[in-house]
Nanobody
């Protein structure tokens, strides 16, 4: 089993930046060659896709709402995936989670991102 632990969230003003990290532990060999992604859930809303990255990091995909502002990356040696978030907006406020691109891993606790206007 793989455990995912997200970190790096916080309170930031609109226009600010945050860098989220998601560290995997346990059977990490099982995620080495799969796509990983970031997802978020705002209060009262469904969890939604934010970004995904393939196993090598050579291909990424973003939700239209974050394209040009967020950057996903991964370090396979550290079993970690990152999300650099720039030009943050109040509508980016949510709990952010990582998972596989197929969302088949157990969800972690997530990390809260709050953007004030």
């Amino acid at each position: 089993q793989v455990q995912l632990v997200e970190s790096g969230g916080g309170l930031v003003q609109a226009g600010g930046s945050l860098r989220l990290s998601c560290a995997a532990s346990g059977r990490t060999f099982s995620i080495y060659n799969i796509g990983l992604g970031w997802y978020r859930q705002a209060p009262g809303k469904e969890r939604e896709f934010v970004a995904t990255i393939n196993w090598s990091g050579s291909s990424t995909n973003y939700a239209d709402s974050v394209k040009g502002r967020f950057t996903i990356s991964r370090d396979n040696a550290k079993n970690t995936v990152y999300l650099q978030m720039n030009s943050l907006k109040p509508e980016d406020t949510a709990i952010y989670y990582c998972n596989s691109a197929l969302r088949h891993l157990s969800w972690g606790q997530g990390t809260q991102v709050t953007v004030s206007s």
